[in-house]
């Protein structure tokens, strides 16, 4: 049984090692997209053979991220924080040094694993190690580092592609892991559990870890599929069918288990909608980073390092105001917050949908900058009610569904637009991108409506979570 660890440790140079593994993961999920292109060329392979190098992080990262939240709770985060960015380190290394497609795709399958170990842990140690008055602006530096990792992926594996080449993406996590692993190893308090291994058999629900990690499995394949459902439904529907089984099958075990990988009583109502409700804003987070480029190159015709400098306004606008939204979120209601940031997600939405149509790169940098703005505002006080409506001593099993939630919805994110792109007529480009973004609105309102209704207490009246 692990003990608490003593003495209060400062904050600062942990959250400082969270944040840089944050980044790093959303960051390699989404850099190599850009770089593809080349890889292939140098490996003589197809674009088709190419997407597996990056669907091969989040194969593994997303179903494997509630086992190890679950394991972290067990045996302690320090322990799975270092080892996984250890894996991290070693895996990007390997990235650099592939000499073929193939092991490349194994070394992302390492990666991953290491990415999913520090997505599951490292936010679940905020609840633990960071005084209540302060963990509204550690969420919100958590999703600052999240939301300029997904946007500055395209951007900053362009420059490093032209500048030096592909493999220099992977090699410059290198130093920036080990970073993070200096402050890790001297900052993070030991959490006391003997005889690790044997804690972790007697206490892992094994048969549940393998019936959940097939069942997010195929699910995951399944969305990364939607896309050419038209064409071949048949793969699609087979592993949707085959991770909903195996879904029945994990819920049958839980409600047996005498100590489940996942406590059910977590999905109370103010888990469940919350949970919804993030799964939909990065569904739309993520349409709105596949969908602009085309509308930026294609309506706009910018080049591609003006068309990541425009994502920029995304990026800064969300940098900047998720440290200040999860001030907020430490002094009022989460809840109202996150909501109101939503609601005015859905008005920029609209505002871009009204001025598609005129190509106008102020206008649209505009737009960007409000989108950013907006949801910075629903990111970070949604991270705080998740630690409010979860115990504390289940913070890294219901971070790891949350980690999950967020990952699936961006391949979610990908096949639903790539899908809506290829089926929406319009007469003319700008017209597709009207429709899509007036469409769109809908995503964001529900997210607003499932917060809102919540029903979870403020934080100023319950701060009993600290451990």
């Given amino acids: ?45 197809s674009s088709g053979q190419s997407s597996w190098i990056n669907l091969a992080y989040l194969l593994v990262a997303a179903p494997a991220l509630p086992v190890f939240g679950k394991i972290a709770d067990i045996i302690g985060y320090k322990n799975i924080f270092i080892f996984g960015y250890s894996l991290f380190t070693i895996g990007s290394m390997l990235c650099g040094i592939s000499p073929n497609a193939h092991a490349l795709v194994v070394s992302r399958l390492i990666q991953g694993i290491g990415g999913g170990m520090l997505l599951a842990s490292g ?54 892991s080990m970073a993070g692993i200096y402050f890790a190893v001297r900052s ?7 005889d690790v291994l044997k804690t972790v058999r007697k206490r892992l629900d094994i048969p549940g870890s393998i019936y959940l990690y097939l069942s997010l499995l195929s699910l995951t394949l399944g969305l990364s599929l939607l896309s050419k459902f038209k064409t071949r439904p048949a793969p699609l529907l087979l592993l949707m069918t085959v991770g909903l089984v195996f879904m029945l099958f994990f819920v049958k075990r839980m409600r047996h288990c005498p100590e489940p990988l996942i406590d059910l009583s977590l999905f109370t109502r103010p888990f469940s909608l919350i949970l919804l409700s993030t799964f939909t804003g990065y569904i739309i987070m993520t349409g709105n980073g596949f969908m602009m480029p085309f509308y930026l190159m294609g309506s706009l015709k910018l080049t591609p390092a003006q068309s990541g400098l425009m994502i920029l306004f995304f990026s800064l606008s969300f940098s900047l105001f998720s440290s200040v939204a999860g001030r907020l979120a430490d002094l009022g209601d989460p809840k109202k917050i996150g909501s109101l940031g939503m609601l005015g997600t859905a008005g920029a939405f609209a505002f871009f949908a009204a001025v598609a149509s005129s190509r106008s790169v102020l206008q649209t940098a505009l737009f960007l900058f409000l989108y950013g703005t907006m949801f910075a505002f629903f990111v970070a006080p949604t991270n705080k009610l998740f630690t409010i409506c979860t115990p504390a001593s289940k913070q890294g099993i219901a971070n790891g569904i949350y980690r999950t939630a967020v990952l699936l919805a961006t391949l979610a994110g990908l096949a639903i637009y790539g899908s809506l792109m290829d089926s929406v007529t319009a007469s003319t480009p700008e ?37």
């Fill in 1 to 45: 049984m692990q003990n608490k660890p003593t003495g209060t440790p400062d904050y600062r140079p942990i959250l400082f090692s969270i944040t840089i593994a944050v980044f790093m993961c959303l960051l390699d999920s989404h850099i190599v997209r850009i770089c593809l292109p080349v890889i292939a060329r140098d490996f003589a392979i």
């Fill in 123 to 176: 936010p679940s140690m905020i609840p633990k190690l960071v005084p209540p008055d302060r963990r509204g602006f550690a969420f919100g530096l958590q999703a600052t580092a999240a939301g300029v990792g997904i946007s500055l992926g395209a951007p900053l594996g362009g420059i490093l592609t032209d500048l030096l080449s592909w493999r220099y993406i992977f090699y410059i996590n290198v130093p920036v």
């Fill in 188 to 194: 993070i308090p030991q959490d006391l559990c003997a």
């Fill in 431 to 467: 017209s597709l991108f009207s429709h899509l973004y007036l469409y769109s609105v809908l995503l964001p309102l529900s997210s607003c409506i499932l917060i809102y209704f919540s029903n979870v207490s403020s934080p100023l009246a319950d701060e009993t979570k600290t451990p």
